[in-house]
């Protein structure tokens, strides 16, 4: 079956901007994770999502970070006012919530601010 | 604050050999630890992962172990290949489902 889907895979945007990175799960994955990933370092978490809630969003890194899943499905992170700073790849990955709980990732969103 | 770190941060091995990357963390309460794969410009393939009642997980030649006294996690790779040249990450699992991650083992393996 599909795995998870992240678009675009690549965005360049100017300091000051705001940008949309979507997430598509794995389908009947009621978990969702977003994390963000620096050259050389291993992914940082940012938001955890339990169906259409955050339950866990001790991650972002300020007020100019928000995520959501409204459907319980597909998710878009969104930043404001992006700095240079905000480049990275974002990573989201999906898990069924249960059992085992392994995570599956999909292949990330480069970010570049100019 | 759980902190994991990868040791070695690179590792170049001949076709073959059999070899052990290592995992460290400081916070013994974990929910599980998962062992990713990395290649260049991609995203995590999901190795193996070991919940915290277990020992050890085996997949292929791949081998991890967990002991959670000592906080640690090893990822045996048996017969090397080139094909096994990629970033190998240590993932830990808390109660709050949310992975925090090694910065990763650089392995190449060398023809």
């Known amino acids: 079956g599909a795995g998870v889907s992240q678009t675009p895979s690549n965005k360049v945007t100017e300091k000051g901007k705001y940008v949309e990175l979507r997430c598509d799960p794995i389908s009947g994955h009621t978990a969702l994770y977003w994390y963000r990933q620096s050259l050389g370092q291993g992914p940082e978490f940012l938001i955890y999502?339990?169906?259409?809630?955050?339950?866990?969003d001790s991650g972002l890194p300020n007020d100019r970070f928000f995520a959501v899943r409204p459907e319980g499905s597909v998710s878009t992170l969104k930043i404001q006012r992006t700095e240079r700073g905000d480049s990275a790849v974002y990573l989201c990955?999906?898990?069924?919530?249960?059992?085992?709980?392994?995570?599956?990732f999909g292949p990330g969103t480069r970010l570049t601010v100019l | 604050k759980q902190e994991v770190t990868q040791i070695p941060a690179a590792l170049s091995v001949p076709e073959g050999e059999n070899l052990v990357l290592n995992c460290s963390f400081t916070d013994s309460a974990i929910y599980n630890l998962q062992w990713f794969r990395q290649d260049p410009g991609k995203g995590l393939t999901s190795l193996l992962l070991?919940?915290?009642?277990?020992r050890e997980q085996t997949s292929g030649r791949l081998n991890a172990s967990l002991d959670k006294s000592s906080g640690r996690s090893t990822l045996y790779i048996a017969a090397s290949q080139p094909g096994d040249s990629a970033t190998y990450l240590c993932?830990?699992?808390?109660?709050?489902?949310?992975?925090?991650f090694g910065s990763g083992t650089q392995l190449t393996v060398l023809p």
């Open positions: 993932a830990v699992g808390g109660s709050a489902r949310q992975l925090t």
């Open positions: 999502f339990q169906g259409t809630g955050a339950a866990d």
């Open positions: 070991i919940q915290s009642s277990q």
């Open positions: 990955a999906s898990s069924s919530g249960t059992g085992t709980d392994t995570q599956y």
